[in-house]
Protein backbone atom coordinates (compact mmCIF):
# COMPACT_ATOMS: atom_id res chain seq x y z
CA UNK A 1 0.00 0.00 0.00
CA UNK A 2 1.15 3.58 -0.28
CA UNK A 3 1.72 3.91 3.71
CA UNK A 4 1.77 2.08 7.01
CA UNK A 5 -1.88 1.03 7.94
CA UNK A 6 -3.11 0.42 11.52
CA UNK A 7 -6.74 -1.22 12.51
CA UNK A 8 -8.69 -0.78 14.25
CA UNK A 9 -8.30 3.20 14.76
CA UNK A 10 -9.82 2.98 18.17
CA UNK A 11 -10.12 0.16 20.42
CA UNK A 12 -12.27 0.77 23.72
CA UNK A 13 -11.95 -3.05 26.26
CA UNK A 14 -12.80 -3.40 29.89
CA UNK A 15 -9.98 -4.25 32.09
CA UNK A 16 -8.45 -8.06 32.09
CA UNK A 17 -9.53 -8.27 28.73
CA UNK A 18 -7.43 -8.83 25.95
CA UNK A 19 -6.60 -7.34 22.52
CA UNK A 20 -5.40 -7.25 19.18
CA UNK A 21 -3.84 -4.80 17.24
CA UNK A 22 -2.67 -5.10 13.55
CA UNK A 23 -0.27 -3.10 11.59
CA UNK A 24 0.28 -3.75 7.53
CA UNK A 25 3.78 -2.25 7.15
CA UNK A 26 4.70 -0.02 3.39
CA UNK A 27 5.01 -3.15 0.98
CA UNK A 28 8.71 -4.18 0.47
CA UNK A 29 9.48 -2.86 3.83
CA UNK A 30 11.67 -5.42 5.75
CA UNK A 31 12.05 -3.60 9.38
CA UNK A 32 8.72 -2.84 11.04
CA UNK A 33 8.43 -1.68 14.64
CA UNK A 34 5.75 -0.80 17.68
CA UNK A 35 5.78 1.86 19.23
CA UNK A 36 3.85 3.71 22.48
CA UNK A 37 2.69 6.79 23.24
CA UNK A 38 1.10 7.97 26.30
CA UNK A 39 -1.36 11.12 26.22
CA UNK A 40 1.05 14.19 25.46
CA UNK A 41 4.33 11.55 25.71
CA UNK A 42 6.69 10.87 23.56
CA UNK A 43 6.72 7.65 21.38
CA UNK A 44 8.00 4.95 23.90
CA UNK A 45 9.70 1.51 21.93
CA UNK A 46 7.98 -1.78 22.18
CA UNK A 47 9.75 -4.24 19.49
CA UNK A 48 11.46 -4.61 16.23
CA UNK A 49 11.32 -7.09 14.16
CA UNK A 50 13.85 -7.20 10.86
CA UNK A 51 13.81 -9.76 8.05
CA UNK A 52 13.62 -13.58 9.69
CA UNK A 53 16.03 -12.20 12.51
CA UNK A 54 15.22 -12.88 16.13
CA UNK A 55 12.68 -9.67 17.59
CA UNK A 56 14.20 -6.92 19.79
CA UNK A 57 11.94 -7.41 21.98
CA UNK A 58 13.69 -5.34 24.54
CA UNK A 59 10.55 -2.49 24.77
CA UNK A 60 8.28 -4.57 25.94
CA UNK A 61 6.57 -3.38 29.88
CA UNK A 62 5.55 -6.74 30.23
CA UNK A 63 4.60 -9.95 29.90
CA UNK A 64 1.11 -8.92 29.14
CA UNK A 65 2.79 -7.42 25.28
CA UNK A 66 3.62 -10.05 23.02
CA UNK A 67 3.78 -9.54 19.05
CA UNK A 68 3.98 -11.42 15.97
CA UNK A 69 5.24 -10.77 12.30
CA UNK A 70 4.61 -13.34 9.05
CA UNK A 71 7.44 -12.99 7.22
CA UNK A 72 7.71 -9.57 5.88
CA UNK A 73 4.05 -8.39 6.37
CA UNK A 74 1.94 -8.11 8.88
CA UNK A 75 2.16 -7.81 12.32
CA UNK A 76 0.12 -8.31 15.02
CA UNK A 77 0.49 -6.85 18.77
CA UNK A 78 -0.85 -8.63 21.56
CA UNK A 79 -1.88 -7.27 25.14
CA UNK A 80 -3.34 -10.17 27.70
CA UNK A 81 -5.12 -8.84 30.53
CA UNK A 82 -5.67 -5.30 29.63
CA UNK A 83 -4.37 -2.92 32.74
CA UNK A 84 -5.80 0.97 32.56
CA UNK A 85 -1.73 2.02 32.40
CA UNK A 86 -2.25 0.06 28.94
CA UNK A 87 -4.38 3.15 27.81
CA UNK A 88 -2.07 4.70 25.03
CA UNK A 89 -1.84 5.49 21.25
CA UNK A 90 -0.13 2.54 19.92
CA UNK A 91 1.58 3.32 16.66
CA UNK A 92 3.27 0.43 13.96
CA UNK A 93 6.57 2.19 11.72
CA UNK A 94 8.51 0.50 8.62
CA UNK A 95 11.13 0.99 7.11
CA UNK A 96 12.93 -0.46 3.66
CA UNK A 97 16.19 -0.39 2.34
CA UNK A 98 18.29 1.81 -0.07
CA UNK A 99 18.95 5.27 0.37
CA UNK A 100 16.81 5.65 3.30
CA UNK A 101 17.09 2.62 4.89
CA UNK A 102 16.97 4.10 8.63
CA UNK A 103 14.06 6.42 8.03
CA UNK A 104 10.79 4.94 9.80
CA UNK A 105 7.38 5.67 8.23
CA UNK A 106 4.82 5.92 10.95
CA UNK A 107 0.73 4.04 10.49
CA UNK A 108 -2.19 6.34 11.97
CA UNK A 109 -1.81 5.03 15.35
CA UNK A 110 -4.76 2.96 16.71
CA UNK A 111 -5.91 4.02 20.61
CA UNK A 112 -6.43 1.69 22.80
CA UNK A 113 -8.78 2.83 25.99
CA UNK A 114 -8.82 0.40 28.99
CA UNK A 115 -11.70 1.45 30.41
CA UNK B 1 21.80 6.06 29.26
CA UNK B 2 20.58 6.95 26.44
CA UNK B 3 18.04 10.44 26.21
CA UNK B 4 16.81 12.63 24.14
CA UNK B 5 14.84 15.70 25.32
CA UNK B 6 13.80 19.08 24.46
CA UNK B 7 14.44 22.44 26.02
CA UNK B 8 11.16 24.19 25.46
CA UNK B 9 8.11 21.72 25.60
CA UNK B 10 5.85 24.86 23.77
CA UNK B 11 6.74 27.45 20.86
CA UNK B 12 4.25 30.12 20.00
CA UNK B 13 5.33 31.78 16.82
CA UNK B 14 3.50 34.32 14.55
CA UNK B 15 2.84 33.52 10.80
CA UNK B 16 5.74 34.16 8.80
CA UNK B 17 8.22 34.38 11.51
CA UNK B 18 10.76 31.58 11.50
CA UNK B 19 10.65 29.01 13.96
CA UNK B 20 13.90 27.31 15.73
CA UNK B 21 12.91 24.03 18.13
CA UNK B 22 15.86 22.56 19.91
CA UNK B 23 16.95 18.97 21.44
CA UNK B 24 19.27 17.95 23.38
CA UNK B 25 20.80 14.39 23.23
CA UNK B 26 22.97 12.79 25.89
CA UNK B 27 24.34 9.49 23.52
CA UNK B 28 27.23 10.49 21.94
CA UNK B 29 27.39 7.00 19.85
CA UNK B 30 24.47 8.12 18.06
CA UNK B 31 24.84 8.64 14.60
CA UNK B 32 21.11 9.49 12.97
CA UNK B 33 18.57 11.90 13.68
CA UNK B 34 15.41 12.44 12.31
CA UNK B 35 13.12 15.05 13.65
CA UNK B 36 9.12 14.45 12.79
CA UNK B 37 5.53 16.58 13.24
CA UNK B 38 3.11 14.90 14.74
CA UNK B 39 -0.44 16.19 14.22
CA UNK B 40 -3.30 15.55 16.40
CA UNK B 41 -4.85 12.19 15.61
CA UNK B 42 -2.46 11.66 13.54
CA UNK B 43 0.73 9.23 13.64
CA UNK B 44 4.39 11.11 13.26
CA UNK B 45 5.12 12.17 10.07
CA UNK B 46 9.13 12.45 8.92
CA UNK B 47 10.38 16.07 7.73
CA UNK B 48 13.93 15.72 8.03
CA UNK B 49 16.86 13.84 9.01
CA UNK B 50 21.28 14.22 9.45
CA UNK B 51 23.74 12.07 9.87
CA UNK B 52 26.64 12.88 12.44
CA UNK B 53 28.94 13.21 9.38
CA UNK B 54 27.34 16.05 8.94
CA UNK B 55 26.39 19.36 10.19
CA UNK B 56 23.78 20.88 8.43
CA UNK B 57 21.47 19.87 5.78
CA UNK B 58 18.47 21.69 4.26
CA UNK B 59 15.03 20.58 2.83
CA UNK B 60 11.95 22.81 1.53
CA UNK B 61 11.49 25.30 4.38
CA UNK B 62 13.19 22.96 6.79
CA UNK B 63 17.05 22.99 8.00
CA UNK B 64 18.43 20.79 10.84
CA UNK B 65 21.42 21.94 12.62
CA UNK B 66 23.78 19.06 14.40
CA UNK B 67 26.10 19.93 17.06
CA UNK B 68 28.05 17.05 18.32
CA UNK B 69 30.58 18.70 20.35
CA UNK B 70 27.88 19.84 22.59
CA UNK B 71 25.64 17.29 21.23
CA UNK B 72 22.74 19.31 20.31
CA UNK B 73 20.20 19.60 17.24
CA UNK B 74 17.99 22.04 16.00
CA UNK B 75 15.24 22.22 13.66
CA UNK B 76 14.61 25.60 11.63
CA UNK B 77 10.86 26.45 9.81
CA UNK B 78 11.23 29.24 7.50
CA UNK B 79 8.28 31.25 6.81
CA UNK B 80 6.24 28.78 9.47
CA UNK B 81 2.57 28.86 8.30
CA UNK B 82 -0.21 27.66 9.98
CA UNK B 83 -0.03 24.27 8.59
CA UNK B 84 3.33 24.04 10.93
CA UNK B 85 1.29 24.54 14.19
CA UNK B 86 1.92 20.06 15.61
CA UNK B 87 4.38 18.83 18.20
CA UNK B 88 7.75 18.05 17.04
CA UNK B 89 9.95 15.33 18.11
CA UNK B 90 13.84 14.84 17.38
CA UNK B 91 14.67 11.15 18.04
CA UNK B 92 18.31 9.22 17.61
CA UNK B 93 19.59 5.93 17.30
CA UNK B 94 22.94 4.98 17.42
CA UNK B 95 22.59 2.75 14.40
CA UNK B 96 25.38 2.79 10.93
CA UNK B 97 22.94 2.10 8.52
CA UNK B 98 20.94 -0.50 10.22
CA UNK B 99 17.19 -0.14 11.11
CA UNK B 100 17.09 -0.22 14.82
CA UNK B 101 14.88 1.59 17.51
CA UNK B 102 14.19 5.34 17.58
CA UNK B 103 14.95 7.15 20.83
CA UNK B 104 12.00 10.23 21.17
CA UNK B 105 12.05 13.11 22.82
CA UNK B 106 8.76 14.47 24.64
CA UNK B 107 8.41 16.94 22.10
CA UNK B 108 7.83 20.61 21.35
CA UNK B 109 4.50 21.97 20.43
CA UNK B 110 4.46 24.65 17.66
CA UNK B 111 1.23 27.03 17.71
CA UNK B 112 1.52 29.04 14.61
CA UNK B 113 -0.81 32.29 15.31
CA UNK B 114 -2.34 33.81 12.19
Known amino acids: GAGVSQSPSNKVTEKGKDVELRCDPISGHTALYWYRQRLGQGLEFLIYFQGNSAPDKSGLPSDRFSAERTGESVSTLTIQRTQQEDSAVYLC?????????????FGPGTRLTVL | GESVGLHLPTLSVQEGDNSIINCAYSNSASDYFIWYKQESGKGPQFIIDIRSNMDKRQGQRVTVLLNKTVKHLSLQIAATQPGDSAVYFC?????????????FGKGTKLTVNP
Open chain 1, 93 to 105: ASSGVGGDADTQY
Open chain 2, 91 to 103: AETPSQGGSEKLV
